[in-house]
C-alpha cells in the first residue's frame, strides 16, 4: 500500500509564506508524477503544481512566481513553498502520487489534505 503524508499547512496573513511537504511511503516501484492540488470551498480540486517524470514541472497559472515546487527523490518527498500568499489561496491542499507498486500499471494515490487558510 501506498501513502501519501502531507504537513505544513495552517493560517497566514495575505503576503505570508508556507512550506508544504508531501512523503510517500510504502512499496514504491517507480513515480510517473507527484504534486500538489486544492480544493476550495465550492469549487472543484485544481492542479496548483506537479512533477513529471524526471525533470517536467507544471504550475497552474494562478501560483506562477509565487509557488514552487522541489523534491527531494531519496526522502520521496516534494515541497511546496508558498510565497506572497492571497486569500484566494485559502483551501484544503492535497498531494498526489502517481505510482508503479509492482507490474506494469501506475495508480492514483491522495493525502488526506492539509488546510491553508489565507486571512487577515
Known amino acids: 500500500q501506498v501513502q501519501m503524508v502531507e504537513s505544513g499547512g495552517g493560517l497566514v496573513q495575505p503576503g505570508g509564506s508556507l512550506r508544504l511537504s508531501c512523503a510517500a511511503s510504502?512499496?514504491?516501484?517507480?513515480?510517473?508524477?507527484m504534486g500538489w492540488y486544492r480544493q476550495a470551498p465550492g469549487k472543484e480540486r485544481e492542479l496548483v503544481a506537479e512533477?513529471?517524470?524526471?525533470?517536467?514541472?507544471n504550475y497552474a497559472d494562478s501560483v506562477k512566481g509565487r509557488f514552487t515546487i522541489s523534491r527531494d527523490n531519496a526522502k520521496k518527498t516534494v515541497y511546496l513553498q508558498m510565497n506572497s500568499l492571497k486569500p484566494e489561496d485559502t483551501a484544503v491542499y492535497y498531494c498526489?502520487?502517481?505510482?508503479?507498486?509492482?507490474?506494469?500499471?501506475?495508480?492514483?494515490?491522495w493525502g488526506q489534505g492539509t488546510q491553508v487558510t489565507v486571512s487577515s
Open positions: 512533477f513529471i517524470r524526471s525533470s517536467a514541472i
Open positions: 498526489n502520487g502517481v505510482v508503479r507498486s509492482s507490474g506494469t500499471d501506475y495508480y492514483s494515490y
Open positions: 510504502g512499496r514504491i516501484a517507480s513515480i510517473n508524477s
